[in-house]
């Protein structure tokens, strides 16, 4: 016979198991998402509109415009070299890319890295809610940007306005650093406040 006294049995500890359900918890909790506001929604649909406004002036314009097209310009403004006119769909073709990029990423906010501010469960929500908005201010001053770039360079090509004016585009760099200030500063005080769920 057997003597069953020997057998090891496997020890199973409570507090191991209370443990691993917390963590479980923590983590389950740490990827919800919170809902989107109001604001949040009226922010998208009009990054929507103006997506949609753009791909719509830029084709009306693009229809009138030669075959060929200047696209490179001497200091006095004038043509140097000329090219297809096709090409100047890479402006709105990139704003379209950067605008699903950017809607993507607001949809994984819980995936980035926020070990600079210590991610928890009690302020998880609030920080994946600032980064969403965070993303949504850049990608609407992304299409802003591309649009200024998209229909000036199409009035330089007609002549329309002096090559110099792209030179203005880089105001947008101001909004950018703004933002990211913004949300450097959103993000440690979150972190800094009590930690009630």
């Known amino acids: 016979m057997i003597n069953h006294s020997y057998i090891h049995q496997p020890t199973i500890h409570v507090n191991d ?11 389950h909790s740490l990827k919800n998402l919170p809902r989107f ?7 998208e649909i009009f990054a929507l509109l103006v997506l949609i406004l753009c791909w719509a002036f ?3 314009s693009f229809v009138y415009l030669n075959e ?4 490179e310009f001497d200091y006095n403004g004038n043509a140097v070299r000329y090219a297809d ?22 949809f994984v906010p819980h995936r980035f890295n926020y ?4 991610l928890t469960v009690y302020n998880a929500q609030e920080i994946y809610r600032t980064t969403r908005i965070t993303l949504l201010s850049c990608k609407l001053i992304t299409e802003f940007l ?17 090559p110099q004016r792209m030179y203005y585009a880089f ?27």
Do not use: W
């Open 68 to 71: 060929k097209v200047p696209t």
């Open 17 to 27: 198991i209370v443990v691993q359900k917390e963590d479980e918890l923590i983590q």
């Open 85 to 106: 006119k096709n090409i100047l769909y890479a402006l709105p073709a990139v704003m379209t890319i950067s605008y699903i990029i950017l809607t993507i990423l607001q």
């Open 58 to 60: 830029f084709h009306q």
């Open 171 to 197: 105001v947008f760099i101001l909004p950018y650093l703004v933002i990211g200030v913004c949300y450097y500063r959103k993000l440690k005080l979150v972190n800094n406040q009590p930690q009630q769920l």
């Open 115 to 118: 070990d600079c501010v210590g």
């Open 37 to 43: 506001k109001k604001v949040e929604i009226v922010g």
């Open 146 to 162: 591309f649009t200024y770039i998209t229909f000036t360079m199409l009035q330089v090509v007609q002549y329309q306005c002096e």
